[in-house]
């Protein structure tokens, strides 16, 4: 296989304006365009029987994370204490250029923390955390001093 395009994440949400609000004022993606998804395709497509929105936002790196949100809400199922203990995507790690000003702008906007604050890699020019998004995805940040 020869990639043609970036990658590209779905993640289902129950409340598109604040996860829409969330990934481009916290994680400055940016929407590259937006399509009502019919039911004939989308029951075609196995990813809904009736119809969806989807918002496919850019991350700074040209990355593509897709909200994708049915007419009927999903559940957000309960988080395991350990994020190695879900199968799937596990979470989505972002670089950034301030782990503490982009973790307190998260926190603001409903994050949760789930590690330590800043741990410090041992070369102690990395330092990372995990948080929870509104809808309990789960975000690396990385800050990587240059």
Known sequence: MRQTMPLEVGIPVVDLDRMYAFYTQVLSCTEARRADIPSTLSRSLGVAPDGY?????????NEVIKLVRPPVPPTIPPAPEWMSR???????????????????????AGAVLKSERALIGKDRDLRLCFFADPEDNIIELVEVKQ
Not at 53 to 61: A, E, F, S
């Open 53 to 61: 929105i989807n918002i496919w936002l850019k991350t700074p790196n």
């Open 86 to 108: 879900r199968t799937g995507i596990a979470y989505l790690t972002f670089y950034c250029s301030d782990l503490d000003a982009t973790l307190a702008a998260a926190e603001a």
